[in-house]
């Protein structure tokens, strides 16, 4: 078992936080404190600690204010915007998200951002994708809208050696237009093309904070594996964006109001399930500024 593999019962940590495991992958509650105040930074620390460990943690009963959000997100790093999704007015920090990569649902839609509601890790189309993110919930359907986590090192530590032999020293390519190309005109995609050229990321990362190992692709970005045959790169990618699917890697956060998601965006991937329309779901994330992956 690795250094931060979830503990097994709920447990006060430093700072007096309660961490309660959301499942035996990943995942944790953590309750114990008000985001609508400013943190000390043992709390901060705290946090941050179980966000290593359990790689995606949950608060409930946050009303927290724009400028709360902001804060927050501000303790573990610098925020960034994005290119594409739309951010709160006045706030260009924090993202307005409707349904699938932000687009506000309509009934001809709907069969579209259904199949492109895709397992991915946030803006990997980025030389330096974000550290994490932090999700707060605006507006929630009655029924649905969950969302779903997986631990990336835990899908990689269960590849058979020979299949992390084959990809240790591989990269892949992660792309924009991939995700958001079929959603805009061309002079976009030609000013997103320009503005976020193709990067190469290696297919396992390390992370610069705890030393796993992480399977480091994505349907939603990664476009190619490179240095291999065009048939054999493309039976290797589909095989391992596959394994992101299968439950026991995964934890299933159903949102309550006011309910906020931060999570590790070096370890997870994660999927919004859209199975809640005609109803609406609204969502707002401030995104934590990251590092290049090694």
């Known amino acids: 078992m690795n250094a931060f593999a979830p503990i097994a019962a709920s447990a006060t940590i430093d700072a007096g936080l309660t961490v309660t495991p959301a499942g035996p992958v990943l995942g944790a509650e953590i309750s114990g404190v008000d985001l609508r105040q400013p943190l000390a930074p043992e709390i901060v620390a705290a946090i941050r600690a179980a966000l290593l ?28 915007g994005h290119p594409v999704t739309a951010h709160v007015p006045g706030f260009p920090e924090i993202l307005h998200i409707e349904a699938a990569d932000g687009m506000k649902l309509r009934e001809e839609i709907v069969p ?11 803006v990997t189309f980025r030389p330096a994708p974000s550290m994490g993110g932090v999700l707060r919930m605006r507006q929630m359907p009655p029924l649905g809208g969950d969302t779903l986590f997986a631990d990336t090192a835990a899908i990689y530590r269960d590849l ?27 002079a976009k995609r030609q000013e997103l093309r320009a503005a976020h050229p193709v990067q190469a990321h290696p297919v396992v990362r390390t992370h610069p904070e705890t030393g796993e190992k992480h399977l480091f692709v994505n ?76």
């Open 53 to 80: 460990r359990h790689k995606v943690v949950f608060f409930r009963d946050q009303d927290i204010s724009h400028e709360d959000h902001v804060r927050f997100g501000r303790y573990f790093g610098d925020l960034e």
């Open 160 to 186: 058979p050696d020979a299949l992390k032999a084959r990809i240790a020293d591989l990269k892949a390519e992660h792309d924009i237009l991939q995700s958001y190309g079929y959603r805009v005109d061309e």
């Open 112 to 122: 579209i951002v259904r199949a492109a509601n895709k397992w991915h890790t946030d």
């Open 219 to 294: 349907k939603v970005f990664t476009t190619r594996i490179l240095g291999l045959p065009e048939d054999e790169a493309a039976k290797l990618l589909a095989d391992l964006l596959d394994r992101v699917k299968t439950p026991e890697y995964q934890v299933r956060f159903r949102w309550t109001p006011n309910a906020i998601v931060f999570w590790d965006n070096r370890a997870t991937q994660h999927y919004a399930i859209l199975d809640y329309w005609p109803q609406e779901r609204v969502v707002e994330r401030v995104t934590i500024q990251g590092d290049v992956p090694f």
